[in-house]
């Protein structure tokens, strides 16, 4: 079964300091690999998405991800991070075509990010 | 953004009540999709929607029923609702490609059912 797993709880990081936000992934097939924000009392948005190509994706708002596929691994990163960028982060995988597709999305549990002036 | 619009955005109802959440969306997306988000679980999946009257069961559908009687909208029913569904639902919809679109996101409907 697809799966995705975001190993820590909280990260806590300097302004102006980079940023890593880990997601890991179990997949049949290719992955399909997604990031959103969400900041309180909003809904999702996406921030990249990992398909096929370059190992290194770059995103919104000055976000990027690595796919490393040895380490079945999907990490976000952002070389400086802005007191702005606290929120909730989710990696997400999409369902295989063989349980039907529709684009359905897999979420891990989430990783507050916390950016501290 | 896409246009989705949920309401109520927020409720507060009994146990054993009947309950329907909106999804309004105006992006004439074919897909559309009910989850619920709970501390430590992420957003998991109720029901989606992959056409007009066409309605399928997610990860978590026990208690929750769905209609798609237009393109547009997509409703979800807790027909006795319990206290284990409290919680905060999000509908998403996504246009059908070949390209992986992403999920656009409502900003959710915050239900607490004593």
């Known amino acids: 079964a697809q799966s995705v797993a975001q190993p820590e709880d909280q990260v806590n990081v300097a302004e102006g300091n980079p940023l890593t936000v880990k997601c890991t992934y179990s997949?049949?097939?290719?992955?399909?690999l997604f990031w959103y924000v969400q900041y309180p009392n909003r809904g999702l948005q996406f921030l990249l998405k990992?398909?096929?190509?370059?190992?290194l994706v770059k995103g919104s708002y000055g976000f990027e991800a690595e796919f490393n596929k040895s380490q079945t691994s999907f990490h976000l990163k952002k070389p400086s991070a802005l007191v702005s960028d606290s929120a909730l982060y989710f990696c997400a995988v999409r369902d295989p075509p063989e349980s039907g597709g529709y684009n359905k999305l897999i979420f891990g549990a989430g990783t507050r990010l916390a950016v501290h002036p | 953004d896409a246009g989705i619009t949920q309401s109520p955005r927020h409720k507060v109802t009994e146990t054993g009540t009947p309950v329907t959440l909106r999804c309004h969306q105006t992006e004439n997306h074919r897909y559309m999709y009910w989850y619920r988000q709970d501390p430590g679980h992420g957003l998991r999946l109720i029901h989606y929607?992959?056409?007009?009257?066409?309605?399928d069961k997610g990860e978590v559908s026990d208690g929750y029923s769905v209609s798609r009687s237009k393109t547009e909208d997509f409703l979800l029913t807790l027909e006795s609702a319990t206290s284990s569904q409290t919680s905060v639902y999000f509908c998403?919809?996504?246009?059908?490609?070949?390209?992986?679109?992403?999920?656009?996101f409502g900003d959710g409907t915050r239900l607490s059912i004593l």
């Open positions: 998403a919809s996504s246009y059908v490609s070949f390209s992986n679109q992403p999920q656009h």
């Open positions: 929607s992959y056409g007009v009257k066409d309605t």
């Open positions: 990992y398909i096929t190509g370059d190992n």
């Open positions: 997949v049949s097939g290719n992955p399909y």
